[in-house]
């Protein structure tokens, strides 16, 4: 028997009879997250204020403290998506209700140059340099959680002996 607990969209725990596992790239690779936990079995997670507590069989309670860099990291990460992609539809109805981003107006602006006989005209030249330039700065604040948020938080994660975070 397994638990698992979504901490974050990409940030997932797995509690199995063994120990605790951790995914940091959508469960697509799993690494112990033992820390000083012994090996039992873990019987529930739960997430309490910023911490993850873990039931164990006959051993009380394991608790990994704060969570809170990691929701940091996910909201910094979050606001720049938000900004660039629509990612709150999950319906065909959904863009009635949510606006569209910048990948939906490029992609409009993109089908609406390509059905045109003609050149672009500047409006469309103009709306391009504008929509690009949005884009190009929430790649920038991407690029600087990459290159000093992740590493910091890589830092932290060392110095408690949790497994650290790879971006590819």
């Given amino acids: 028997m397994s638990y698992s607990k979504t901490i974050m969209k990409w940030f997932f ?8 596992f951790v995914s940091f790239n959508d469960g697509t690779n799993w690494q112990s997250l033992q820390l000083n ?5 873990i019987h ?22 704060d969570l ?9 990460v979050a606001t720049i998506e938000d900004i660039l992609i629509q990612s709150k ?17 490029i992609a409009a602006l993109a089908g609406v140059v390509a059905s045109a ?10 709306l391009f340099q504008e929509l690009a330039a949005k884009a190009d700065a929430e790649v920038a604040k991407l690029k600087a959680v990459l290159e000093t948020d992740i590493p910091a938080l890589n830092a932290m994660l060392k110095e408690a002996g949790i497994p650290h975070i790879i971006v590819r």
């Avoid at 809170?68 to 910094?76: A, G, N, V």
Wanted: no cysteine; charged share 30%.
């Fill in 13 to 20: 725990v797995l509690a199995v009879f063994t120990g605790v």
């Fill in 37 to 41: 936990l012994p090996v039992v079995p």
């Fill in 44 to 65: 529930d997670l739960v997430v309490k204020d910023d911490d993850l507590v873990a039931a164990t069989h006959g051993r009380s309670f394991w608790i990994l403290d």
């Fill in 68 to 76: 809170t860099p990691l929701r940091q990291l996910d909201e910094k």
């Fill in 89 to 105: 539809s999950r319906s065909n109805q959904d863009p009635l209700n949510y606006p569209i981003k910048l990948d939906n107006k």
């Fill in 117 to 126: 006989d003609a050149r672009p005209n500047d409006q469309s030249y103009e």
